[in-house]
């Protein structure tokens, strides 16, 4: 397996600033997240989702491509992966994303599935993404790359099980599964091994980070409600040891992204500790 971050965690970082440290701390990869830039976020502090540095901007991403390219080959990285926000339906725009990926030799490239939040039925929303997914695969054949969708919490994927209905009988060399135990403590806990291998030759890329619960509240009938935080690789409710054997188990080869958003510690020291522990574990 190969180490790889994505760069929604380092958001202090910018692209340049970004290769380098990554190079440095021993990383094989970098996942890029992709965004159109707000400028007025500029002089907010740097975030996650915000005034993330660390993001190669939409509007712009064939242009800067050659030079992105160079920028990360010369740093002695590859990149594993452009993650987008853009849903699989939008045809246009996934299919300026691709000729970027085909430029800077991104394999993959990852698009939205619906969120599911009880406004309109399950049936609906996958009928959608069904379609979403069956045209931008096709513009995927044409570029060399493979599509991504993210098992996630609140949309209609939030289980390996679910991920697999949705890119059933879909060519699995053009689409594929983001498998995330990370998200699945939140919502969609499935037996990590029995997940992995359903997906079959639809798992394609592993987002790592960790979550705990915690009890926040209790209502007026009495209920304690909990929900989940961040929390350090090690320390959360994912056993990464038992997660990378059955990977290893079923012969996975592809990256580990580190997509870490505990904030208990620096992220240049996040980072270290993330592969260090990723190591220990036999990454």
């Known amino acids: 397996m190969k180490l790889s971050v994505f760069t929604v965690c380092m958001p202090e970082y910018d692209l340049r600033e970004t290769v380098n440290l990554l190079s440095h701390l021993g990383y094989d990869g970098v996942e890029w997240r992709v965004q159109e830039v707000d400028p007025a976020m500029a002089d907010q502090p740097p ?8 993001t190669v901007d939409l509007s712009t991403i064939v242009e800067q491509a050659p030079a992105l390219r160079d920028l990360t080959r010369s740093a002695g990285l590859s990149v594993s992966a452009l993650a987008t926000y853009l849903p699989c339906h939008d045809e246009e725009r996934a299919e300026l994303v691709m000729g970027a990926a085909a430029i800077l030799g991104a394999p993959m490239v990852r698009l939205g599935v619906p969120r599911y939040d009880r406004t309109r039925p399950y049936s609906e929303l996958y009928a959608e993404a069904r379609r979403g997914l069956e045209a931008v695969s096709r513009l995927a054949a044409a570029y060399g790359v493979r599509v991504l969708v993210e098992i996630h919490m609140g949309t209609i994927i939030p289980s390996a099980g679910l991920a697999h209905r949705l890119l059933d009988e879909l060519d699995p060399d053009l689409v594929g599964a983001i498998y995330d135990p990370g998200n699945m403590v939140c919502e969609g806990y499935e037996a990590w091994r029995m997940g992995i291998e359903l997906l079959g030759p639809y798992l394609a890329h592993v987002h790592v980070k960790n979550y705990a619960w915690y009890p ?30 059955d990977l290893k188990a079923v ?33």
């Open 47 to 54: 975030s996650f989702w915000g005034n993330n540095r660390s």
């Open 251 to 283: 012969g996975y080869q592809g990256y580990l992204s580190v997509e870490d958003f505990d904030t208990t510690t620096n992220t240049a020291d996040r980072l270290a500790a993330d592969i260090g522990y990723l190591k220990r574990l036999g990454a």
């Open 216 to 245: 926040q509240d209790e209502d007026a009938l009495g209920t304690l409600h909990w929900a989940p935080r961040p929390a350090p690789l090690a320390r959360g409710m994912v056993d990464w040891a038992q997660v990378i054997a």
